[in-house]
C-alpha cells in the first residue's frame, strides 16, 4: 500500500507565485487533512474534509484554497504565495473523524519555500 | 477556545530512565486522544490512541498513556527509554462533535548515552 502520498517533497516559490501541493490515497479514507508545520508550534490545520465533495476551515485557512472531488485527492492550492507560507506541509487521511475518529495516517510531507 | 497544550518543548534523558511526556487539553466534549511521533524528515506515526474504556492504553515501542478526565491530561510514558526514541513527540485530540484532529506545539526527546 502506498498510503498517502504527497508531491512535492520540495519546491522553492517566489512571492507572489502560485502552486498546487498534491495528495493522494488509496485507502478509501473519508477523512483527509491538510497541515502545517512550523518550529516549536506544532501542526496547525489549515482545511479538513469530511468526503467528496466537502471540505472546511481549520485554524490557519487564510492564503489557502482546497478542493475534493475524489476520495482519494486532496490538493491545497496557494494562489499568492507569501514569506508566511514558509513550512512543511503535511497531508493527513482518516477512514472516520468527530465521533468514532480512527487514526490519521500522514503523508511525508512538502517542504515550501517562499522567497 | 479549544486547546492541546504540551508544556515540554525539549525534554533530555539517559538512555535507560523512565520517560513521561506531558499532554493537557481544553475541550469541553468528550476528547479521543492520540500520540504520534515523529522522526527527523518523516511524517507522524501514530504511537496510541484513546477512544473509552480503560484509561491506561498501551501502544507500540513500549509506550503507555494514562487518561486523566479530572486533570484534562494524557500523559505518554516508557519505563525504559532507547537511543531510537529520540524524535518529536506530538499529542492529538478530537472532539466528538467536531470534525478536524487538533495537535500540540510537541515535545522532542533527546537521548542520552
Known amino acids: 500500500n502506498a498510503g498517502v502520498t504527497q508531491t512535492p517533497k520540495f519546491r522553492i516559490l517566489k512571492i507572489g507565485q502560485s502552486m498546487t501541493l498534491q495528495c493522494t490515497q488509496d485507502?478509501?479514507?473519508?477523512?483527509m487533512y491538510w497541515y502545517r508545520q512550523d518550529p516549536g508550534m506544532g501542526l496547525k490545520l489549515i482545511y479538513y474534509?469530511?468526503?467528496?465533495?466537502?471540505?472546511d476551515k481549520g485554524e490557519v485557512p487564510n492564503g489557502y484554497n482546497v478542493s475534493r472531488s475524489t476520495t482519494e485527492d486532496f490538493p491545497l492550492r496557494l494562489e499568492l504565495a507569501a514569506p508566511s507560507q514558509t513550512s512543511v506541509y503535511f497531508c493527513?487521511?482518516?477512514?472516520?473523524?468527530?465521533?468514532?475518529?480512527?487514526?490519521?495516517?500522514f503523508g511525508q510531507g512538502t517542504r515550501l519555500t517562499v522567497v | 477556545a479549544q486547546s492541546v497544550t504540551q508544556p515540554d518543548i525539549h525534554i533530555t534523558v539517559s538512555e535507560g530512565a523512565s520517560l513521561e511526556l506531558r499532554c493537557n487539553y481544553s475541550?469541553?466534549?468528550?476528547?479521543?486522544l492520540f500520540w504520534y511521533v515523529q522522526s527527523p524528515g518523516q511524517g507522524l506515526q501514530l504511537l496510541l490512541k484513546?477512544?473509552?474504556?480503560?484509561?491506561l492504553v498501551q501502544g507500540i515501542k513500549g509506550f503507555e498513556a494514562e487518561f486523566k478526565r479530572s486533570q484534562s491530561s494524557f500523559n505518554l510514558r516508557k519505563p525504559s527509554v532507547h537511543w531510537s526514541d529520540a524524535a518529536e513527540y506530538f499529542c492529538?485530540?478530537?472532539?466528538?462533535?467536531?470534525?478536524?484532529?487538533?495537535f500540540g506545539a510537541g515535545t522532542r526527546l533527546t537521548v542520552k548515552p
Open positions: 484513546y477512544f473509552s474504556g480503560d484509561t
Open positions: 474534509s469530511v468526503g467528496a465533495g466537502i471540505t
Open positions: 493527513a487521511s482518516s477512514y472516520l473523524g468527530g465521533a468514532g475518529s480512527t487514526e490519521a495516517f
Open positions: 492529538a485530540v478530537v472532539t466528538y462533535n467536531n470534525n478536524d484532529m487538533r
Open positions: 475541550y469541553g466534549a468528550t476528547p479521543y
Open positions: 485507502m478509501n479514507h473519508n477523512y
